[in-house]
């Protein structure tokens, strides 16, 4: 089997022993013609897998076509599919190709393919099945040959169920599944993955070099759960570059929701999204030592010390590891503190 140059194939990035799992089933899965489902969270790249096993796979040199099911409505998501007829319905003036046609010979990527109406599915199954349909308004069977991968985050067992996806199209579909590990499941390539994004984007700015980021930097960006995945990763390190002053030094400010602000709007916080952009400012509530009462040293520094805690774990959705990393203590130092406070029971590891 012929193979692409390997500058060809979509990069793919990371050391993990999860990722390094998932690029062995698709370099397998590859050379093996059959449909596919590729499952993951949303901005972990399914996209990026599905070209990987067409480039690898025998039909490489033949178009890879994709099309996202989200984005049209059910008539116009079957037309893009199967092409139409002229005359097939209001404004189909001429005939249309469609994305099956198109992929002849070749793979065709449907994204979100949870989100196609029964009928499609049943159409979808048909030129899988058989290699064959009919256009929208024609009674001609067109015949295609077509890989096709599918890709969605939800749960399409439990769809089929309900109802909600045909059980026949689900069992053609699932020939073999690739699983996307989160970005949370391989937290090792979280420094080389900030390196990459980072690195770019300091060209694309017209730096001389990328300075990389600090120790304390990473820390964050290992900690953080990142419910966007890789996509998420590559928004906060971009920002964090783009907004950075300083091109000599590492970059030591991570801000990882952009909607957090001082400013509220209609009484309420421009954004109620938990972020650790930067270490609480401990100046901010520390009270006035001229005020003319007489302090409690020892009640006010507890009382702040118990702030700092509780805001850096809502902050981190109660999670410790995070809110330890975000106050720079150690997890063990982190949970002393909160036992000493009280409110250890709060949270998870």
Not at 59 to 78: G, S, V
Not at 105 to 119: K, Q, V
Not at 122 to 139: D, I, Q
Not at 186 to 199: F, K, S, V
Request: include cysteine; proline fraction near 5%.
């Amino acid at each position: 089997m012929a193979n692409p140059d390997q500058a060809d194939l979509p990069p793919l990035l990371g050391e993990s022993p999860a990722f390094l799992e998932l690029l062995d089933q698709v370099s397998r899965l590859a050379a093996v013609d059959r449909p596919v489902l590729v499952i993951g969270e949303r901005g972990t790249g399914k996209e990026l897998i599905a070209a990987r096993l067409h480039f690898l796979s025998q039909r490489w040199e033949q178009d890879f076509i994709k099309l996202n099911c989200a984005t049209l409505a059910e008539n116009l998501l079957e037309s893009e599919l199967f092409g139409h007829e002229a005359g097939a319905f209001t404004g189909a003036v001429r005939r249309r190709i469609g994305r099956f046609e198109l992929a002849d010979r070749g793979t065709l990527f449907l994204d979100e393919i949870a989100n196609a109406s029964l009928a499609v599915q049943e159409k979808t199954l048909r030129a899988v099945e058989y290699g064959e349909f009919e256009r929208v308004g024609g009674t001609e069977t067109v015949r295609v040959d077509v890989r096709l991968i599918g890709a969605t985050n939800a749960d399409l067992p439990a769809l089929a169920a309900a109802g909600k996806f045909r059980d026949d199209l689900l069992d053609r579909l699932s020939f073999d599944v690739i699983t996307i590990p989160p970005l949370r499941a391989r937290r090792e390539d979280i420094p080389l993955l900030a390196q990459h994004y980072g690195h770019a984007m300091a060209v694309e700015l017209g730096w001389d070099a990328f300075p990389g980021f600090s120790p304390g930097a990473l820390k964050q960006l290992r900690a953080y759960e990142w419910p966007g995945n890789v996509r998420e990763l590559r928004n906060v390190v971009e920002r964090a570059v783009s907004r950075a002053e300083d091109h000599d030094n590492p970059i030591d400010r991570i801000v990882f929701d952009p909607f957090r602000s001082a400013f509220r709007l209609g009484g309420k916080k421009a954004a109620d999204r938990p972020t650790s952009d930067k270490p609480v400012e401990p100046n901010a509530a520390v009270p006035d030592i001229n005020a003319h009462a007489p302090l409690d040293y020892r009640a006010t520094v507890a009382a702040f010390e118990r702030r700092l805690l509780e805001e850096a774990m809502e902050a981190q959705r109660y999670n410790q590891r995070a809110a330890a990393a975000h106050l720079g203590l150690s997890y063990h130092q982190l949970r002393n503190a909160l036992s000493k406070h009280g409110i250890i029971g709060k949270g998870n590891n």
